[in-house]
Each structure stands twice: as C-alpha cells, then as structure tokens.
T-cell receptor, first 111, second 113 residues
C-alpha cells in the first residue's frame, strides 16, 4: 500500500470548515483513498473514500487532486464533537482487507 | 458501533496469565479483525478471519492466537501475557463488498503488570 503523510495536528474554529490534507505521492492506479477518524480511544469510524472523483456524503467531502498524489478531507461545519484523530489510508479496493493506520492528524475544534 | 461488542472492556492481569478477549457482532459480516493500539500510535493488525475457521496472521501476531468458531464471534487469546502487550485492543468487522468498510467495536483496555 502507498504511504501517506499527514500533519501531526491542527486546530479549527467551531462552525468553520476544517480542511485536512494528505499526501500520497506513490499511490497506484487501483488504490483508493479512505478516511477514518477516532474520537478519544473509541473505535475508529469510517468517514469517506474515493478513487479519483471528488466525493461527498453526510459527514464530509473528499477532494482528490487530478494527479491523485494528494487529497483533502473537508468537514464543512466543524463542531466540538469532530475533535478526533483523522487517518488518511490508501489501499486497493476489491478484496483488499488491509487498513494501515499511521499516526493521523489530531484535529482540535475550539469554541 | 453497538453492532460490534467487546468483552471485557477493561482488564488488568499479571505477567504469565492467559487472557481471552471476546468479540461479537450482529452485522452478519463474514470478515472479522483484531487490532492493537499503543499510546500515540495508529492501529496495527494482529489477526483476521474471512470466514468461520479461516485464520490469517496480520502484522504482529507473535504472542497471540485467535479462534473463529462461529460467524458472529472472534476471540483473541494471549497465552502468556507480558507487559508489552499492554494496549488498547479493537475488534472490527466488514462484509465482502468491494470497499468493505470496517466497523469497529468500543475497544478493550488491557494492562499487564
């Protein structure tokens, strides 16, 4: 699986958009970008995934650059409950079970 | 996720003791996983199972064993616990779909003295 690089931490103001970057310059053509988050020692929670098109769901948006070497997770209106560690993971899709968690980005949403 | 439960939630034990952690799921998923998390680090895969009685080693299987006797249950055993197995342990499940999103349990905090 391709390696990902994320900032160690970032702050965000409540009600504002939080933009979380992720670099994955060695991503291969069949690999997807996945985002999970972990709220203080709870089990990780799936957020979103994408291949090359931008994706949006009820939790977030995922913007993937045209060359697919980086992506940004956008939390459109951050709340205090979004304070968590966010993991960007790259893996192949079909039949690939493995999730390789790095250290992630610790996001702190401040009132 | 309430569909994936783990017991016990907390356990303190002594070096050399045998410990079993249990995971149950009501999601009807075929695939189940065990991860451990050490402070400040991401999760690492210990074992995984794609079906009943199917067992596969993950990144860090040494010192652990698992059992999958039923679709809904996956247990993790530490035959002789040691202090560096002190960690937070998570069970997860997924279906066979293309992107098999993993659903995690609430975790078991294990301390080995």
């Amino acid at each position: 699986d391709a390696k990902t690089t994320q900032p160690t931490s970032m702050d965000c103001a409540e009600g504002r958009a939080a933009n979380l970057p992720c670099n994955h310059s060695t991503i291969s053509g069949n690999e997807y970008v996945y985002w999970y988050r972990q709220i203080h020692s709870q089990g990780p929670q799936y957020i979103i995934h994408g291949l090359k098109n931008n994706e949006t769901n009820e939790m977030a948006s995922l913007i993937i650059t045209e060359d697919r070497k980086s992506s940004t997770l956008i939390l459109p209106h951050a709340t205090l409950r979004d304070t968590a560690v966010y993991y960007c993971i790259v893996r192949a899709g079909s039949n690939d079970y493995k999730l390789s968690f790095g250290a992630g980005t610790t996001v702190t949403v401040r009132a | 996720d309430a569909d994936v439960t783990q017991t016990p939630r907390n356990r303190i034990t002594k070096t050399g003791k045998r410990i079993m952690l249990e995971c149950s799921q009501t999601k009807g998923h075929d695939r189940m996983y065990w991860y451990r998390q050490d402070p400040g680090l991401g999760l690492r895969l210990i074992y995984y199972s794609f079906d009943v009685k199917d067992i596969n080693k993950g990144e860090i299987s040494d010192g652990y064993s698992v059992s999958r006797q039923a679709q809904a249950k996956f247990s993790l055993s530490l035959e002789s616990a040691i202090p560096n197995q002190t960690a937070l342990y998570f069970c997860a499940t997924s279906d066979r779909g293309q992107h098999n999103e993993q659903f995690f349990g609430p975790g078991t905090r294990l301390t080995v003295l």
